[in-house]
């Protein structure tokens, strides 16, 4: 249990173009989502937490109206990357966590990789 | 304030030797958790172990293992036989009992050489 999926993977855009990213949680319901952000061989860092049906709580210094988090329902959160350019290309993950876990543990995704030229 | 510090960058070994992974902690909540994860070249975390601040008993999973020491705040993973298959970045990740937000280290970056 506790399945966390991504989609897409994998994605290259040009510069100037808006990217959606989703998470869904496949057999649980995340109360509250996270997205991080990995840039080569660092560690990562933690963009905003969303829990379902309100506004997500950006970290300082992350953009949101270049960010834009949704968490429309309890299996289901996107990313939205506006107006990309290159320097936003990363390694993007989301995260869950929902009620049932004691530990509040948090479920990761695969990644989605984006690319921006 | 919480941190954690893993303060080796990069580790090679050579395949069949033993490696310990550090992780320092950082935080003046009595009640937390600690966590271990692998990410292979993939970029997908692998969850690996979970302890709750109570519980200072050691563990061992396979080639695993796991020394959690409350007197140093640390929670060190040591792999037995390391393996090729071993080599990704481990992350260490601490969360504390209110909020939902995980503390992770830089991560370290292991080699197994063959």
């Known amino acids: 249990g506790a399945v966390v999926s991504q989609h897409p993977s994998r994605v290259i855009c040009k510069s100037g173009t808006s990217v959606k990213i989703e998470c869904r949680s496949l057999?649980?319901?995340?109360?509250?989502m996270f997205w991080y952000r990995q840039f080569p061989k660092q560690s990562l860092m933690l963009m905003a937490t969303?829990?379902?049906?309100?506004?997500?709580?950006?970290e300082q210094g992350v953009e949101k109206d270049k960010f834009l988090i949704n968490h429309a329902s309890l299996t289901l959160s996107t990313l939205t990357v506006t107006s990309a350019h290159p320097e936003d290309s990363s390694f993007y993950i989301c995260?869950?966590?929902?009620?049932?876990?004691?530990?509040?543990?948090?479920?990761f995704g695969p990644g989605t990789r984006l690319t921006v030229l | 304030a919480q941190k954690v510090t893993q303060a080796q960058t990069e580790i090679s070994v050579v395949e069949k030797e033993d490696v310990t992974l550090d992780c320092v902690y950082e935080?003046?909540?009595?009640?937390?958790?600690l966590f271990w994860y692998k990410q292979p070249p993939s970029g997908e975390l692998v969850f690996l172990i979970r302890r709750n601040s109570f519980d200072e008993q050691n563990e061992i999973s396979g080639r695993y293992s796991w020394n959690f020491q409350k007197s140093t705040s640390s929670f060190n993973f040591t792999i037995t036989a390391s393996q090729v298959v071993d080599s990704a970045v481990y992350f260490c990740a601490l969360k504390i009992r209110t909020g939902n937000q995980f503390y992770f280290g830089t991560g370290t970056s292991l080699t197994v050489i063959p």
């Open positions: 969303s829990n379902e049906g309100s506004k997500a709580t950006y």
């Open positions: 995260s869950a966590s929902g009620r049932a876990y004691y530990y509040n543990e948090q479920f």
């Open positions: 935080t003046r909540d009595t009640t937390y958790y």
């Open positions: 057999d649980f319901q995340a109360t509250t």
